[in-house]
Nanobody, 116 residues
Framework: QVQLVESGGGLVQPGGTLRLSCAAS????????MGWYRQAPGKQRELVAT???????NYADSVKGRFTISRDDAKNTVYLEMSSLKPEDTAVYYC??????????WGQGTQVTVSS
């Protein structure tokens, strides 16, 4: 099991950029899959991006070309670089960890608000 702590959320204007970080404690970070999900008010939690232990990434269509997921195994940290932000990106963003495509550990979430 791993504990995940997100940071970097906040208020940003449309078109702006923001970088989320997720620090993981526990064992075997480098061989875990990592990911970001988000949940907007009144909506279901949805996948944003995932990255495998080998560095292969996957993105939701809605964020392709705007968001970039990366990981630093030396720091046990995964990042989500978000650019060209839109109001519809407003949500609570959750970091998740697991094995393959199965994610079992979740952070507490960080709020991202895109508004002028």
């Amino acid at each position: 099991q791993v504990q995940l702590v997100e940071s970097g959320g906040g208020l940003v204007q449309p078109g702006g950029t923001l970088r989320l970080s997720c620090a993981a404690s526990g064992s075997a970070f480098s061989i875990r899959s990592m990911g970001w999900y988000r949940q907007a008010p009144g909506k279901q939690r949805e996948l944003v991006a995932t990255i495998s232990s080998r560095g292969s990434s996957n993105y939701a269509d809605s964020v392709k070309g705007r968001f970039t997921i990366s990981r630093d195994d030396a720091k046990n940290t995964v990042y989500l670089e978000m650019s060209s932000l839109k109001p519809e990106d407003t949500a609570v963003y959750y970091c998740t960890s697991g094995w393959g495509n199965y994610f079992s550990d979740w952070g507490q979430g960080t709020q991202v608000t895109v508004s002028s």
